[in-house]
């Protein structure tokens, strides 16, 4: 259990290990993105060019991915709207962890 400034963290290592986690498959997803625009493919439903990713779109699609919120019928059509799904789910991430551990 670690402890900071007198608090006991328990959650803090989980939390941690969720960030990390997403972390290493953002960059996954970038590198499949980067090959693919690299190699001038295109989608494979509409023929159409694929387009390169930031590495917050990463994060977003692999932080999606990880809480099994998936993409869904209702899914943010703005930046602004992906960013603030990242703010929510991080802050559920923080609530479950130093919760229930």
Do not use: W
Request: proline share 2%; hydrophobic share 45%; charged share 10%.
């Amino acid at each position: 259990m670690l402890q900071f400034a007198g608090l006991k963290l328990r959650g803090f290592k989980f939390i941690l290990q969720s960030i990390g986690f997403v972390l290493v498959f953002a960059v996954i997803y970038k590198l499949v993105n980067s090959y693919e625009v690299q190699n001038e493919m295109t989608h494979y439903k509409t023929g159409e060019d694929i387009t390169p990713m930031s590495l917050l779109d990463c994060f977003y699609y692999a932080l999606v991915t990880q809480t099994t919120v998936g993409y869904g019928d209702f899914s943010p059509q703005t930046k602004f709207g992906q960013y603030m799904n990242i703010v929510q789910l991080m802050s559920i991430y923080g609530i479950f962890g130093l919760t229930t551990m």
